[in-house]
């Protein structure tokens, strides 16, 4: 009798730790401070790639100076890096945009600033906390994906998918298609120090978001 008796404790003890948890694990928080965020920047594969918002601020800033610039909505990300000290906003996106030209790869004509500076469209990244849902905006498409905490700097994303609308200017379609098309995988997310947001980094795509 104590045998039994002493088994159906341990039993009781087990299914008690099991449910602790369990839910410690699926009411696991991370990083982020809050749910609703904009994307400002991917880089992959070596070269940064502007949200459609991004892609609209800069291009007003150079249209004051430029009206008929063209500005480069990706680029190297070593040549990004050393351009965004250079003070002169002007000379920096100079730079961008001969690099841009001289790319052989890209023989397509660049949208004008003019027409990228009237972007409306918005790039978002929101967490559905209570379905484990991310969702949002990644130009003129929605997209969807599923998420949770491995732990509270881990974050896992997969099952990518979005509307399929057309999408112009080019630049807003490059962006929401390569945001999408490597979306799922494994990110660590770390908390930028110098301005406010944060980066989700998987190895081969960074994530810029405030």
């Known amino acids: 009798m104590q ?3 002493k088994i159906f404790c341990v039993s009781i003890l087990l299914l008690i730790s099991v449910g602790i948890s369990g839910c410690f694990l699926l009411g696991m928080k991370g990083i982020f401070d809050g749910s609703n965020y904009q994307i400002v920047k991917l880089e992959i594969d070596n070269r940064v790639i502007l949200s459609p918002q991004e892609l609209a601020y800069q291009a007003r800033e150079q249209i004051q100076s430029n009206p008929n610039a063209y500005i480069a909505s990706s680029y190297n990300v070593g040549t990004y890096r050393q351009s965004s000290r250079i003070d002169d906003l002007n ?16 023989d397509e004509v660049s949208t004008p600033a003019a027409t990228l500076a009237n972007i409306a469209m918005k790039a978002t990244f929101n967490l559905d906390r209570s379905q484990d849902m991310l969702y949002g905006k990644a130009g003129c498409n929605d997209y969807t994906a599923k998420f ?33 098309r490597n979306l799922d995988g494994i990110y660590v997310v770390t908390k930028l120090k110098n301005r406010k947001g944060y980066v989700l980094n998987n190895g081969r795509i960074r994530i810029y978001i405030k």
């Open 3 to 5: 045998t039994i008796l």
């Open 91 to 106: 000379a920096t996106f100079e730079q961008l945009r001969q690099r841009n030209q001289q790319d052989e790869d890209n």
């Open 148 to 180: 949770f905490w491995q732990d509270t700097t881990k974050i896992v994303i997969s099952g990518a998918a979005s509307t399929k609308k057309p999408c112009t200017p080019k630049e807003v379609a490059n962006f929401q298609n390569m945001f999408v």
